[in-house]
């Protein structure tokens, strides 16, 4: 698994932080909320990218823009571990649909200053093949058509491949497509089809993920959440059953949808020091996955699109900027953490605050499971989860994926109405279920769920700051709180926070 000090931050994003807090050692950033960098500082790599080298390295192979294909070709007559330098200008590559540059294990592609890969709108990939350890870097691709759900760099999911410094814009479908031990670090990927990155890999067995310092912004201009509604299909980077994946000091914003999707059995997340603003709906979304901290982000502004189009269609679910759904913590399956951790973070205007969510009707081998075919990480065997087996122990609690050991601390939650431009129903918190009706065998009917979040599952806010006008949503939907209810018996929430009734009280 990716090892790394707990609690330890990039040492450039803790300079910043350090920098504009005018704290003087790493002890007194860390004693309150919400200090890391801003927007300002971090990850402004569309803007300011890291340009490549002028001249080529010692024994590279050189690429020629003029040359229609070079690319390919070289790489095809060269062998493994081969570096190519790529002049500058735009590189091209034969007009099939088809034609990609298919490169060998430890192939290494650098760009030089303005050197840029367009697929001209004709190729769907411009990296594909199953070979390991490949490096891009300071190189800009561009203008792929790769098909829906599918990417342009990467396309085939292999291993350990390393981007650096690039951008990968204006693409048709992911930018980027992702293997174990991938690394995604300082690069731009921005304004492409469905999303930035699309971390999945055949076979579920993508570990081992790190994505940092990157600059992820624009994505999902194909507007795909209304091309074809309900797939859940858009945002900024989608996950898809990776175990290990590190998320730290990343701009994600201004995407059309979710920022971040951790979506159906990911396990063992560190999302922390990014800044996360701006995005049409939620920030993150953490759904039916495992064991998580998200720690010392910077996120404001967000879900006001998809919020607000919710309120105006009548519709009371309370729709978070962090929304945690069947997700939750899992002693029993190996992680740097057994809960979901959220603390120190800073939200701020935006559309909502954290919801925990259970739906009592999604669960292995029920029709209502939107995962089709997927069962839990305790329960491999989907088939098991059937009656008579599924209503006694231990099938009745493995076959769910529960929002459970979820730790809300430290954080600080800001809402000005006035900035939001939107009533009360923008500021909630949440901890809820449906009332479980489907399908008809199913052992989760009725209100037991609902019970179980809100009562059984140590599910907790504590020591959390509040200014604003919130209001707390328990057990269901129809059930609104305020402050003196959340925090009194049965719900018992956030002992030891503070609120005041203004944004800047």
């Known amino acids: 698994m990716i090892k790394r000090r707990a609690g330890a931050w990039p040492a450039a994003l803790l300079a910043l932080a350090l920098s504009a807090t005018g704290c003087e050692d790493e002890a007194d950033a860390r004693k309150e909320p919400g200090a890391v960098p801003s927007a300002t500082t971090v990850a402004r790599v569309c803007a300011e990218p890291v340009t490549g080298p002028a001249k080529p390295p010692a024994g590279a192979v050189t690429v020629d823009p003029a ?28 007009p099939d649909r088809y034609a990609q540059v298919v490169p060998k294990e430890g ?26 350890d490949v490096t891009i870097r300071h190189l800009t691709v561009q203008r792929f058509v790769a098909p829906h759900n599918e990417g342009v760099v990467n396309h085939d999911s292999a291993d350990g491949w390393v981007i650096e410094h690039a951008r990968i814009q204006d693409n048709a479908g992911a930018g980027l497509m992702a293997g174990a031990g991938q690394q995604v670090r300082g690069s731009c990927l921005r304004d492409n089809g469905q999303y930035g990155m699309n971390a999945y890999q055949a076979g579920d067995s993508l570990r081992d993920l790190v994505v940092e310092g990157n600059e992820i912004t624009g994505n999902n201009t194909d507007d795909w959440e209304r091309r074809r509604p309900g797939c859940g299909c858009t945002g900024g980077v989608k996950f898809w059953a990776v175990d290990g994946a590190d998320i730290r000091g990343n701009w994600v914003h201004d995407n059309r949808g979710t920022g971040l999707w951790a979506d159906n059995n990911n396990n063992d997340f560190r999302v922390e020091d990014n800044v996360l603003e701006a995005n049409d709906g939620a920030a993150l979304m953490y759904e039916t996955s495992y064991n998580a901290v998200i720690r010392d982000n910077t996120i404001r502004r967000n879900n006001w699109v998809e919020g607000r189009a919710s309120a105006d269609r009548g519709d009371d679910f309370p729709y978070a900027t962090i929304y945690v759904s069947e997700s939750g913590g899992e002693p029993r399956i190996p992680a740097r953490t057994d809960k979901i951790e ?19 009707d999604r ?16 329960v491999p065997d989907t088939d098991r989860c059937e009656r008579p087996a599924i209503t006694s122990a231990p099938l009745y609690d493995d076959c769910r994926w529960k929002t459970q050991r979820v730790d809300i601390h430290d954080n600080r939650f800001v809402l000005d109405t006035s900035v939001v431009m939107c009533t009360v129903e923008c500021g909630r918190m949440a901890v809820l279920a449906n009332y479980g009706t489907y399908p008809d065998w199913s052992p989760y009917k009725g209100e037991r769920v609902a019970e179980a979040i809100t009562g059984g599952q140590r599910n907790r806010w504590h020591h959390n700051t509040y200014r604003g006008p919130w209001s707390f949503v328990a057990r269901d939907q129809s059930r609104v709180l305020d402050v003196s209810q959340w925090q009194s018996i049965p719900y018992a929430q956030d002992k030891g926070s503070t609120f005041a009734p203004r944004a800047g009280g």
Not at 363 to 378: D, H, I, V, Y
């Open 107 to 132: 192939n290494s592609y650098l760009g030089a200053p303005g050197a840029v890969l367009d697929g001209r709108k004709t190729n769907q990939y411009a990296f594909g093949g199953t070979a390991p």
């Open 342 to 360: 959220i603390y120190r973070n800073v939200l701020e205007d935006n559309w909502s605050g954290i919801t925990l969510w259970e739906n009592a």
């Open 363 to 378: 669960f292995c081998n029920s029709p209502a499971n939107t995962s089709t075919g997927e069962c839990t990480l305790l």
């Open 67 to 94: 040359v229609v294909g070079d690319l390919a070709e070289k790489t095809r007559k060269s062998p493994p571990d081969t570096t190519f330098w790529l002049r500058p200008g735009k590189h091209r590559l034969e």
